[in-house]
């Protein structure tokens, strides 16, 4: 989260607004966003929609439904131009997904 704020500039410059989505509630996105200092907003799936539509719901330590870590690059119209999945602990190239960015 801290490297798409930190790196919010560059993604204005390509017209690209960030959003993080998890499985945990409004109320603790409210928390994480005062804690971190974030810029964007985080919008919660708390009844699995998202991760149900995106196809990215698999269990991890017998909890279901729980995301994996992912980001999408969604066009002005709702496409889906790319995903990139990663492991629990990786941290998403920025570099690549604002590569992508400016592609379309």
């Known amino acids: 989260m801290e490297l ?3 790196r919010s500039q560059e993604l204005d ?3 690209v607004r ?3 989505v ?17 810029t964007f907003p985080l919008l919660s799936d708390w009844n699995a929609e998202a991760v149900h ?6 269990e991890h330590r017998g909890l279901r439904d729980v995301a994996e870590r992912t980001a999408f690059l969604v066009d002005r119209d709702g496409t889906v131009r790319g995903a990139w999945r990663y492991e629990t602990a990786e941290v998403p ?3 690549e997904l ?6 379309l």
Not at 29 to 34: G, P
Not at 53 to 58: D, K, L, V
Not at 98 to 103: F, N, P, T, V
């Open 22 to 38: 998890s499985r945990d509630s409004p109320w603790s996105h409210i928390a994480w966003m005062q804690a971190l200092d974030l």
């Open 93 to 95: 190239d920025f570099d």
């Open 4 to 6: 798409l704020r930190d």
């Open 53 to 58: 539509g995106f196809g990215i719901a698999h």
């Open 13 to 15: 410059e390509v017209g």
């Open 98 to 103: 604002l590569s992508a960015a400016r592609a």
């Open 18 to 20: 960030a959003a993080g």
